[in-house]
């Protein structure tokens, strides 16, 4: 396990400390379980899609929130074998327990929608550039200005 310390950058650096925190979160994060697996796929230019294997669950049992660039899905099974069924298993292979995987957001990406499909819950996202900040084009004016008292002078 490795782990890196940030504080000469906040000594340095004006400004990146959310940079940083970034980081450190993914740091963490990478330390935890790989259940459920997962992918992260680019889908056009500003589109992305994650795939996440929910198999055995129920539209009803998971949940998807986004709070603060910060999306969170969550799984929690309702239905146990506690809860007085009469199955017995010889081999119990699938995964039925609880879960949450975070993922952080880059600025100004937006969940779409999200579809549950065989098994895999497909969640939709695009980046969204507010008006201001995109690229726009500015026209250039061909007539000359001319300078206040200059003109003057000019014809004297």
């Given at each position: 396990?490795?782990?890196?310390d940030?504080?000469?950058?906040?000594?340095?650096?004006v400004?990146?400390?959310?940079?940083?925190?970034?980081?450190?979160?993914?740091?963490?994060?990478?330390?935890?379980?790989?259940?459920p697996?997962?992918?992260?796929?680019?889908?056009?230019?500003?589109?992305?899609?994650?795939?996440?294997?929910?198999?055995?669950?129920?539209?009803?049992?998971?949940?998807?929130?986004?709070?603060?660039?910060?999306?969170?899905?969550?799984?929690?099974?309702?239905?146990?074998?506690?809860?007085?069924?009469?199955?017995?298993?010889?081999?119990?292979?699938?995964?039925?327990?609880d879960?949450?995987?975070?993922?952080?957001?880059?600025?100004?990406?937006?969940?779409?929608?999200?579809?549950?499909v065989?098994?895999?819950?497909?969640?939709?996202?695009?980046?969204?550039?507010?008006?201001?900040?995109?690229?726009?084009?500015?026209e250039?004016?061909?007539?000359?200005?001319?300078?206040?008292?200059?003109?003057?002078?000019?014809?004297?």
């Amino acid at each position: 396990m490795r782990t890196y310390d940030f504080s000469p950058l906040y000594r340095s650096a004006v400004g990146f400390d959310r940079l940083a925190s970034l980081l450190e979160s993914a740091a963490r994060t990478s330390q935890e379980n790989g259940w459920p697996p997962y992918n992260i796929e680019t889908t056009g230019e500003n589109a992305y899609r994650i795939e996440i294997a929910v198999a055995g669950f129920s539209p009803d049992e998971l949940n998807i929130e986004v709070k603060e660039n910060l999306l969170t899905v969550t799984g929690r099974k309702t239905a146990n074998d506690d809860g007085g069924t009469d199955r017995t298993f010889l081999h119990r292979g699938l995964a039925e327990r609880d879960f949450e995987r975070r993922f952080q957001l880059a600025d100004y990406v937006v969940v779409k929608n999200a579809d549950l499909v065989n098994g895999l819950l497909s969640i939709d996202l695009v980046r969204e550039l507010p008006e201001a900040l995109k690229p726009r084009r500015i026209e250039i004016g061909g007539g000359s200005k001319l300078i206040e008292g200059k003109k003057d002078k000019a014809a004297a």
